[in-house]
């Protein structure tokens, strides 16, 4: 049987506590009766203990996070996501299940929790590891029960590492706001730059946009970063999270509605239809769009 190894404290602080904590919660009997039954409902027992080398009745949180840190590409992005997704889904709760369904995903997200601590504090300077990273892992649950991530097309765990970095970003921000200059006289400054606050909210959108299949680069360019390109990415986003366009119908708009837009022809070729049949798409998912702007009658 595989042995599985025991976690190693991922920082010093809040971090190593968690670790602590989750240690104790993989002997509690009640714990892993509930992640077995959980896997068992989902249908992700028998998948989870094959790349686990296990015993289906004998899945407990080891395992489970085990599934969410595949290693040498034995398990496969489909079930990380898969697994990922349904503690999402049962982490929308109100019961104390929901509250360890989020839990064991703070568990899993903590390596890139330590990451934003870390820039965090190197980027703002004044706060202790400790401060930011209470407000990352309460920025990180908070986001994970939210019952955002699990309807978001793309890789759930990028989108719950974004939604989470914007947060704090936002936070920080606020709270630099709060402590800094005279915010009336500062009303008065012209400075066209974004704040951190708004310029983690771009990064989040741009990053979010890509995973989604929105974009062709990771990043956009001087030109696609325009309020106005990332109003339209942010609406389409929450058009196809809210389930008022389909995925196909999000990229006929955003792949036209840009700096550089994709020939219909190459797109409908990459869709697998007609450019005839993809024009016609995006004109009536630019209907429903502009639908959700109206206001109600």
């Not at 010093?12 to 506590?17: K, M, S």
């Not at 998948?47 to 899945?59: H, I, K, M, N």
């Not at 369904?101 to 703070?106: E, G, L, M, N, Y």
């Not at 994970?144 to 970095?165: C, E, F, K, Q, V």
Request: glycine residues 6%.
């Amino acid at each position: 049987m595989l042995e599985l190894p025991t976690p190693i404290p991922t920082a010093r602080g809040i971090f190593a506590r968690l670790d602590a904590e989750w240690a104790e919660l993989c002997e509690d009997a009640s714990v892993r009766a509930a992640v077995t039954d959980w896997l068992m409902t989902d249908h992700l027992a028998d998948d989870v203990a094959a790349v686990t080398d296990s015993w289906v009745r004998a899945l407990g949180p080891e395992q489970l996070l085990a599934a969410l840190h595949p290693g040498r590409g034995v398990l496969s992005d489909a079930l990380t996501d898969a697994v990922l997704r349904s503690l999402l889904v049962r982490a929308t709760g109100h019961d104390r299940s929901a509250t360890l369904a989020a839990r064991i995903i703070v568990q899993a997200m903590l390596p890139a929790a330590v990451r934003m601590t870390r820039g965090q504090v190197r980027g703002t300077g004044g706060r202790t590891w400790d401060d930011v990273g209470h407000m990352v892992i309460a920025a990180l649950f908070e986001v994970a029960r939210s019952g955002r991530i699990h309807t978001r097309p793309g890789r759930p765990a990028a989108n719950l590492a974004l939604d989470t970095l914007s947060r704090v970003c936002r936070e920080l921000a606020a709270d630099c706001e709060a402590a800094g200059e005279d915010l009336t006289a500062a009303e008065h400054l012209a400075d066209p730059t974004p704040g951190p606050g708004a310029r983690a909210h771009a990064v989040a959108i741009q990053q979010a946009a890509h995973a989604a299949g929105l974009t062709t680069d990771a990043s956009l360019g001087e030109a696609e970063a325009s309020n106005a390109r990332l109003e339209l990415l942010e609406l389409v986003l929450e058009a196809m999270e809210q389930g008022s366009i389909s995925h196909a119908d999000g990229q006929a708009i955003a792949w036209h509605y840009t700096t550089n837009p994709i020939a219909d022809e190459q797109a409908a070729h990459r869709a697998g239809t007609t450019a005839a049949a993809w024009r016609r798409r995006r004109s009536r998912a630019v209907d429903r769009l502009k639908s959700r702007l109206r206001p109600a009658a």
